[in-house]
């Protein structure tokens, strides 16, 4: 008998295709929305990090620099969404990360690290590059040490994309630095020494009330040594960027 003429064969091949197809959609599919999930919970919304307006960054920048002088509370604002609590941007959220303000210290890094270089007689493209790879570098240690810190703490994980700006809020402290260094010579060791210590400070307190907010288990027994180291890497770390014209 010919097997296209066969209705029950071909009722069966209609079955098969129809549940391979169904079990590839399935298979494929969840793939997909597991894929998308992790990308979603590791990088979040990048257009979130970028809604600042003026009246954000200046209070930001005193935040980030004059830490100390905060008597507000360090935790986000949460809202509803969806059937479950979201962070409010940064335009509505003082203590919300953002990347305007470190792409922004990022650059004006490198502008005044080219003025510096210029000054000292050393300037060259090949120097400036030299400053921007360790400025990546630098930043990226950063993050680094914020992730390492919160595995180490065995909860769970933080967005990356908020470890990225907390991170680049180091360069804020670092233009400042390198301003100093321009403009008032020798007294630069002392404005390094206290956005060093701001800049901890600034670590310990996004660190205690913030990032590790969001990872919501931790191992408390571990939690005041990370936060003391973390503190004090920025001393090398701001020391070592800084160092423009000494390279």
């Known amino acids: 008998m010919n097997p296209k003429s066969n209705p029950f064969s071909s009722a069966g091949s209609g ?7 169904a079990y590839g959609e399935k298979i494929f599919g969840s793939g997909s929305e597991y894929v998308q999930s992790n990308i979603s919970k590791c990088f979040s919304d990048p257009q979130y990090y970028f809604q600042v307006n003026d ?18 509370h360090w935790t986000r604002i949460t809202e509803p969404v969806g059937g479950r609590l979201s962070y409010e941007p ?9 990347l305007y303000i470190p792409c922004m210290a990022f ?14 007689g050393k300037f060259t493209p090949e120097a400036l590059n030299w400053k921007f790879v360790t400025g990546m570098m630098g930043w990226f240690s950063e993050v680094m040490l914020l992730k390492v810190s919160i595995l180490s703490l065995g909860g769970g994980e933080a967005p990356l994309l908020d470890m990225v700006a907390y991170a680049g809020y180091t360069f804020t402290g670092m233009c400042v630095a390198v301003l100093g260094k321009i403009t008032l010579g020798y ?3 002392l404005i390094i020494l206290w956005t060093c210590l701001c800049m901890g400070i600034f670590f310990i307190k996004t660190m205690n009330r913030t990032l590790l907010s969001e990872v919501r288990r931790y ?16 001393f090398p770390l701001m020391f070592c960027l800084s160092n423009i014209s000494g390279t």
């Open 55 to 72: 009246h954000y960054v200046r209070n930001k920048l005193k935040i980030v620099l004059l830490p100390f002088l905060n008597r507000g």
């Open 219 to 234: 191992d408390s027994s571990k939690h005041h040594y990370l936060l003391l180291c973390t503190a004090l890497t920025q």
């Open 107 to 120: 650059a004006t890094y490198l502008v005044l690290a080219g003025i510096s270089l210029g000054l000292s």
């Open 90 to 98: 940064p335009i509505n959220d003082i203590n919300a990360p953002d």
């Open 15 to 21: 079955l098969i295709r129809g549940g391979l197809s």
């Open 187 to 189: 007294t630069y060791y």
